[in-house]
């Protein structure tokens, strides 16, 4: 399968550091935050990658291409490891780039990559959101879509004052993780909200979808969304949801960027040791239940 990751937005809530750098090249720890996205589509044996950028994005692409100055000057020294990982990343995949040349909606968005798609089915990865989950949470998706033959969106329960902020499904439980979808709303206010069950930001979908795009009318703030797409799409196929585990990072949230940096750093062998007596200092106490990390206030 291949991948389409859109990387075209702004990054508004988090000006100004974002004035003239793209968010999804954001360090968390010390990689940018679309390198955990490209490696979750490569864990998930995904190897042909399209990524969404428009203007001020070029720093993505150059993350990604060689850089025959420094990997020589790292190769002559002592910093050998270094070398290592910095060639490693220009062959995670083969990685293409299309841009978005109007910001008019994730459904516009998306419509970009149709003649990259071709007549397959695809992922879509939305490259501002990062999950920290041992297994990808792509893989368990394509493994839904293989064996149910039908299109996939991953979901995840949120707090019913949150569903103003994302997609949210109205669905009926098939069992433990999945979901046979019936509509779609995006951003919803609480009292029209069919349900708490959130888009996660994580699709697998078949080329119909571009038609439906073609289709789809402005909707929420006048641009054109997937998820209203999504309603049309459900019109030609069976759609899932598949209600996806793992701690999941809007990487364009301030909060949730802050988080990110904490929690992986707290998984990290190099670091954990450190933040945890920083944290202690802090009065805080780092959490580790059922392998997620969280940090939590002290009573
Ligand atoms: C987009 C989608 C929304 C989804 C969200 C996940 O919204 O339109 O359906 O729930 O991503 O992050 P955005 O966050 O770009 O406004």
């Known amino acids: 399968m291949k ?61 990604f291409d060689r850089s025959f100055e420094l990997e020589s000057s790292l190769k002559d020294s002592e910093k050998h490891d270094y070398f290592e990982q910095i060639r490693s990343i220009a062959d995670l995949a083969d990685i293409h780039y299309i841009r978005q040349k109007e910001l008019n909606g994730l459904g516009h968005a998306i419509y970009t990559a149709k003649k990259y798609v071709g007549s397959e089915p695809f992922v879509i990865l939305l490259g501002d959101i990062i999950v920290n989950n041992g297994n990808p949470c792509t893989k368990s998706l394509i ?30 439980k098939i069992n433990e993780t999945t979901y046979k979808i019936k509509g779609l709303i995006e951003k ?24 439906c795009i073609e289709h789809t009318t402005p909707g929420k703030n006048g ?11 459900l019109k030609k196929t069976d759609l899932y949801a598949y209600e996806v585990s793992g701690d999941r990072y809007d990487i364009g949230s301030k909060i949730d960027w802050l988080k990110a940096n904490i929690e992986i750093a707290l998984k990290r062998e190099d670091l954990a040791e450190e933040l945890r007596q920083y944290l202690a200092l802090l009065n805080l106490e780092p959490k580790v239940i059922n392998d997620k990390v969280t940090v939590k206030e002290q009573k």
Request: no cysteine.
């Open 143 to 172: 493994d839904l879509f293989n064996s149910n033959k039908a299109p996939v969106v991953g979901v995840e329960r949120v707090s019913m004052e949150k569903v103003d902020r994302y997609g949210i499904v109205d669905a009926k």
């Open 188 to 211: 919803p206010s609480p009292n029209e909200s069919p349900s708490n069950l959130a888009i996660f930001g994580r699709y697998v979908l078949t080329p119909d979808i571009f038609d």
């Open 223 to 233: 641009e054109i969304q997937l998820t209203d797409a999504l309603n049309l799409y």
């Open 3 to 63: 991948a389409v990751i859109p990387a075209a937005g702004y990054g508004t809530r988090l000006l100004p550091a974002t004035k003239s750098q793209p968010k999804e090249m954001l360090p968390v720890v010390d990689k940018p935050a679309i390198q955990y996205v490209i490696e979750e589509a490569v864990a998930s044996g995904i190897n042909d990658i399209l990524v969404i950028t428009g203007r001020g994005k070029r720093a993505i692409e150059d993350h």
